[in-house]
């Protein structure tokens, strides 16, 4: 199945009328069920155009797993390529895509192997170094003079390396400074087989961390605004520099939550964005923006061992990040249930209590959020349709289509 998010209706969503129609429309589905709301994904893909103010906006890929999303995203005008996250995933999108970048370093020899092989998939992939020995591992699969030129784009840390409070951002590229970065382009350029093509940086210290999610929120707006300025005259020094060795096509940077700051850059010519189409429930606690929950699953349940507890089937779906209570689903319908602290979203059930747990019987279903967009299509191999309260078809997860990278 196809699907036009050109035409149209689009809303915020997430009001109880909302809710009640996704249940309304999944009512004669069994099981766990995951929904997508048509409304929801259509006002988050026009929103993430807006806030990028014109910048072409690359999809990651790993904040979607849908083919069918990235192909309606991709489709609208101001989107443009894919940001892939395993080289296996990006060789199986390059057969209808061809424009796509790694987000990460791959050492994969077997999806090397049918890289080099395939000249129409090495002209479409860009593979991403943070150091040369990287590429000593495809010239072990095959030396430069037998197998076709390879693209190359560096990543280059982004992240704040405070006086006092030392370093502040995810542990990623091993190069962080002007200098760091032209002696690598440097190295990449010298070496037979390989063409550098492109630049990234991803500040997931400003992007990745929301700023109005509670205590602590006025330290994290000063550390964030400290780090954009800092990174974007970091960032103007790196790409000057290495523009002196290599003609780059693109120069990547900013996430979902930092559209705005990282578009304001001179030096950026795209931004990726791609948690900000189906909004996981960690993208509450930002400012800026106010995405629409637009993916949602519903579980359901199976017994009341009190009259304010209700136990669904499953729910331990938690995503990947420190082991924190943002990290559990949300349940987020019927409003005002909470999980229990000394048991929270277990693998096969979940109690929730509240006293909308009172009026609820079995066969009856709570719908939760994920907190990562991404994430939850690895537990379902559809996701349902839901368009004006109705369901209006399916659309397959990587899952679905027998397909999983990580």
Same mark, same amino acid.
């Given at each position: 199945?196809?699907?036009?998010?050109?035409?149209?209706?689009?809303?915020?969503?997430? /009001?109880?009328?909302?809710?009640?129609a996704v249940d309304a429309a999944m009512v004669e589905v069994s099981g766990p069920v995951a929904?997508?709301?048509?409304?929801? =994904?259509?006002?988050?893909?026009?929103?993430?155009?807006?806030?990028?103010?014109?910048?072409?906006?690359?999809?990651?890929?790993?904040? !979607?797993?849908?083919?069918?999303?990235?192909?309606?995203?991709?489709? =609208?005008? @101001?989107?443009?390529?894919?940001? %892939?996250?395993?080289?296996?995933?990006?060789? +199986? $999108?390059?057969?209808?895509?061809?424009?796509?970048?790694?987000?990460?370093?791959?050492?994969?020899?077997?999806?090397?192997?049918?890289?080099?092989?395939?000249?129409?998939?090495?002209?479409?992939?860009?593979?991403?170094?943070?150091?040369?020995?990287?590429?000593? !591992?495809?010239?072990?699969?095959?030396?430069?003079?037998?197998?076709?030129?390879?693209?190359?784009?560096?990543?280059?840390?982004?992240?704040?390396?405070?006086?006092?409070?030392?370093?502040?951002?995810?542990?990623?590229?091993?190069?962080?400074?002007?200098?760091?970065?032209?002696?690598?382009?440097?190295?990449?350029?010298?070496?037979?087989?390989?063409?550098?093509? /492109?630049?990234?940086?991803?500040?997931?210290?400003?992007?990745?961390?929301?700023?109005?999610?509670?205590?602590?929120?006025?330290?994290?707006?000063?550390?964030?605004?400290?780090?954009?300025?800092?990174?974007?005259?970091?960032?103007?020094?790196?790409?000057?520099?290495?523009?002196?060795?290599?003609?780059?096509?693109?120069?990547?940077? @900013?996430?979902?939550?930092?559209?705005?700051?990282?578009?304001?850059?001179?030096?950026?010519?795209? !931004?990726?964005?791609?948690?900000? =189409? $189906? %909004?996981?429930? $960690?993208?509450?606690?930002?400012?800026?923006?106010?995405?629409?929950?637009?993916?949602?699953? @519903?579980?359901?349940? !199976?017994?009341?061992?009190?009259?304010?507890?209700?136990?669904?089937?499953?729910?331990? +779906?938690?995503?990947?990040?420190?082991?924190?209570?943002?990290?559990?689903?949300?349940?987020?319908?019927?409003?005002g249930l909470r999980m229990l602290p000394r048991e929270g979203a277990g693998e096969v059930q979940t109690p929730?209590?509240?006293?909308?747990?009172?009026?609820?019987?079995?066969?009856?279903?709570? +719908?939760?959020?994920?907190?990562?967009?991404?994430?939850?299509?690895?537990?379902?191999?559809?996701?349902?349709?839901?368009?004006?309260?109705?369901?209006?078809?399916?659309?397959?997860?990587?899952?679905?289509? /027998?397909?999983?990278?990580?």
């Open positions: 199945m196809t699907i036009d998010l050109l035409s149209g209706p689009s809303s915020p969503a997430g /009001g109880p009328a909302h809710w009640r929904v997508l709301s048509m409304e929801a =994904l259509r006002y988050n893909a026009a929103d993430l155009l807006v806030r990028a103010g014109g910048v072409p906006v690359r999809v990651a890929s790993k904040s !979607v797993r849908v083919r069918g999303v990235l192909d309606a995203v991709l489709a =609208l005008p @101001g989107y443009r390529g894919i940001l %892939a996250y395993t080289l296996p995933e990006a060789l +199986w $999108l390059a057969r209808d895509h061809d424009d796509i970048v790694m987000g990460y370093p791959s050492v994969h020899r077997d999806a090397l192997a049918a890289l080099v092989a395939d000249a129409n998939a090495a002209a479409r992939i860009t593979l991403m170094v943070d150091d040369l020995a990287q590429l000593d !591992v495809v010239d072990a699969v095959a030396a430069p003079g037998s197998r076709p030129e390879l693209r190359i784009a560096i990543d280059v840390d982004a992240s704040w390396r405070a006086g006092v409070l030392g370093h502040i951002g995810v542990r990623r590229s091993p190069v962080h400074d002007p200098g760091e970065a032209a002696a690598l382009a440097r190295g990449v350029a010298a070496r037979a087989g390989f063409r550098l093509v /492109g630049l990234m940086m991803y500040e997931a210290q400003v992007a990745g961390r929301g700023d109005a999610a509670g205590a602590g929120d006025a330290v994290i707006r000063w550390m964030q605004q400290r780090s954009a300025v800092e990174l974007a005259e970091r960032r103007a020094a790196v790409v000057d520099g290495v523009r002196e060795i290599a003609d780059l096509e693109f120069v990547n940077g @900013g996430g979902t939550g930092s559209l705005e700051r990282t578009t304001a850059e001179r030096a950026v010519t795209e !931004v990726t964005a791609g948690s900000g =189409l $189906l %909004a996981g429930h $960690l993208f509450d606690g930002y400012r800026a923006f106010t995405p629409a929950p637009a993916a949602a699953f @519903g579980l359901e349940v !199976v017994r009341k061992p009190l009259p304010d507890v209700v136990t669904v089937l499953g729910g331990g +779906w938690i995503a990947s990040g420190p082991p924190a209570a943002s990290r559990q689903p949300a349940p987020v319908w019927p409003a929730l209590r509240g006293r909308a747990a009172r009026p609820l019987r079995p066969g009856e279903r709570v +719908w939760f959020r994920h907190a990562k967009s991404g994430e939850l299509a690895e537990h379902v191999d559809r996701y349902h349709l839901v368009e004006d309260g109705s369901a209006v078809g399916e659309l397959p997860t990587y899952r679905g289509e /027998g397909r999983s990278f990580l």
